[in-house]
Structures are given as structure tokens and as C-alpha cells.
């Protein structure tokens, strides 16, 4: 009976470890599961950091690999400031696909364009232009690609008059259109004075942003070679200030960026080290503080980085 009795007194603590350790395994499980990060979460912990900066933003975010989306006022407009650049060079190497000109041709460079409201002539101020190098060599040529390549990287204002009196803003927009993007509208170069006045800017949203983003990432603008060649461009912005600020080294960002008075914005592809990919757009409009704002955006983007790149 001794024998028998601890026996069972063996597997009696046997079995009752079993349990015990079951248990502590469904505590973990139930613990990390309260805890693994969701896009409502992300989403209700951006708002709170906006909450923190006067100003009004947008917010859209893509996950390529899973489709999951997180949209923040992103049907509002916005004053596209310079990222209006990125759907120009779409149409430009989309007029060149189709014959109208070739990247290598030549351009004489100019500092002369015309007003949209009456034709008359006005020219850029070096000093107001993030690229001021170009204005040393009016009168001598470049190429389109050229031109193009600083009117992404150095956001180039110069550059940017010149590239879009080649294609025409109105196809511009007809090809935004034509991509899904229903309220990017490009009506004219920078410093339009006039223009200005009257009302008459360029605009968009964030969503819009981030259909023409996804496209390009996908190959599916022109040709893939086109897609590929455009994204190699964005991939040299020289202002990291917004989405790739806070992010690892080795993480790419195929962007453009774009500010005036109170307005900072950031959008592109962030591409992570295992290939995949995401779009994100950020928006801001009245910022009392423009360096807050760009902090915050930094910030955002880190945040959706961290969701992002999860296991």
C-alpha cells in the first residue's frame, strides 16, 4: 500500500505541474496577444501624437504585402506644394514612352515663364528656390532627365517651370485622372503670382498621393522599366527630414517631399531590407510651429515603420 500510495502521490505532482505549466502558457499567449500591435492601435496612438501639434494633417498608409490600409483625413485637401513634382515626372516619362521626346534630349535652360491667368511673363527669385545652382547657367542646355532629376532630389523650382511647360499641366492632370488619383489637380509651375492670388494652386490629398505611390511600386505606370527608372530618382530626395528621419539605415525611401509657409509634407515608398514595401503619405496644413510639425511626422512615420516591419 506504501508503494502504491507514492505512486500515485508521483503523478499526482506530475500532473498537477502539467496544469500548472499549461496555465502559465495560456497567460503568456492571452498576454502577448492584449499586446501584438493592431491598426486600430497604431491608429488611435498617431491621432494622439497629432493631438499634440497645432496644425491639420493626413495621414495614408499601405502595406503592399497585406493590402491593410490606415487613412486619416485622407479626402482633404491639401496645397500639394512640391509634391506635385512627382506626378510630373509620371507624365513626362509618359509622354516620352510615347515618342514625344526622349529623356536625353536637350533644354536650354530659361528664367522666363508665363502667368496662367494672362499670359504675361514673370520669373523665379533664386533666393525663394532650394536649388539655386541651375540659375548660374541660363542659356546653356541640360538634359530632360537632368532637369527632371532636380526637380525631384533638390525640388528644384527652375527645373520644375521648365519640365512642365514641356508637357502641359493639363496632362499632367488627365493622366493623375487616368491613374485613379480623382483630385490631384496640377494647373501650374511655381511662383505664379497671379495665379496665387486668384486662388488658382495646385492641390491634393493624401489617398490620391498614395494611389499614384502604389502604382509606381508595382510597375504599373508606363512599364515596369519606367516605374523602376522614376522610383531610382526619388530614391536620391535629398530632404530626409519627414519619413526616413527616424527610420534604420538600411531601410530605403523613394520620396518627395514639399513645404511653404505652415505647410510640410512627406510621401513615397518606404522599402524595408527584406523587400517589402509600403506607401505612406503625410500631409500638414496650418502649423504654427512647421518644426513641430515635421517632428511629429517624423515620428508617425517611425510608429508605422514599427507596425510595418513586425514578425
Known amino acids: 500500500m506504501l ?16 496544469r500548472t505549466l499549461l496555465l502559465v502558457i495560456t497567460c503568456i499567449t492571452l498576454f502577448s496577444c492584449s499586446n501584438k500591435p493592431t491598426l486600430k492601435k497604431l491608429q488611435k496612438n498617431i491621432e494622439t501624437k497629432l493631438a499634440e501639434t ?3 494633417f493626413a495621414v495614408a498608409f499601405k502595406d503592399l504585402s497585406t493590402g491593410e490600409e490606415l487613412l486619416i483625413n485622407d479626402q482633404t485637401f491639401f496645397h500639394a506644394a512640391s509634391t506635385m513634382k512627382t506626378p510630373v515626372m509620371i507624365e513626362v516619362y ?7 521626346f526622349s529623356l536625353t534630349d536637350s533644354v536650354t535652360i530659361k528664367n522666363l515663364f508665363r502667368s496662367i491667368v494672362d499670359s504675361s ?9 532650394s536649388e539655386k545652382e541651375l540659375y548660374r547657367h541660363i542659356g546653356e542646355k541640360r538634359t530632360l532627365y537632368k532637369l527632371v532629376y532636380d526637380m525631384i532630389i533638390n525640388s528644384s523650382n527652375l527645373a520644375t517651370n521648365m519640365v512642365i511647360e514641356m508637357v502641359d499641366a493639363r496632362n499632367v492632370t488627365q493622366t493623375m485622372r487616368q491613374l485613379g488619383a480623382k483630385h490631384i489637380q496640377v494647373l501650374r509651375g511655381v511662383e505664379d503670382n497671379k495665379a496665387y492670388r486668384k486662388g488658382l494652386n495646385n492641390i491634393t490629398n493624401a489617398y490620391d498621393l498614395m494611389v499614384i505611390y502604389e502604382k509606381m511600386a508595382r510597375g504599373e505606370i508606363v512599364d515596369s522599366a519606367s516605374c523602376q527608372a522614376m522610383i531610382d530618382i526619388l530614391l536620391d530626395q535629398q ?3 519627414k519619413i526616413p528621419a527616424l527610420l534604420p539605415k538600411e531601410v530605403k525611401v523613394a520620396h518627395k517631399t514639399g513645404n511653404i509657409n505652415g505647410v510640410e509634407h512627406d510621401s513615397g515608398i518606404v522599402i524595408l531590407p527584406n523587400g517589402k514595401k509600403y506607401v505612406l503619405v503625410l500631409l500638414s496644413k496650418n502649423l504654427v510651429h512647421e518644426d513641430k510639425g515635421i517632428k511629429a511626422m517624423a515620428e508617425i512615420s517611425k ?5 510595418a516591419s513586425r514578425p
Open 3 to 18: 508503494g502504491i500510495g507514492r505512486f500515485n502521490v508521483f503523478y499526482y505532482l506530475r500532473y498537477m505541474a502539467y
Open 54 to 56: 497645432q496644425g491639420d
Open 94 to 100: 509618359k509622354q516620352a514612352a510615347a515618342g514625344k
Open 121 to 129: 511673363l514673370y520669373t523665379l527669385d533664386s533666393a525663394d528656390d
Open 239 to 241: 530632404f530626409n527630414d
Open 303 to 307: 510608429m508605422i515603420y514599427d507596425y
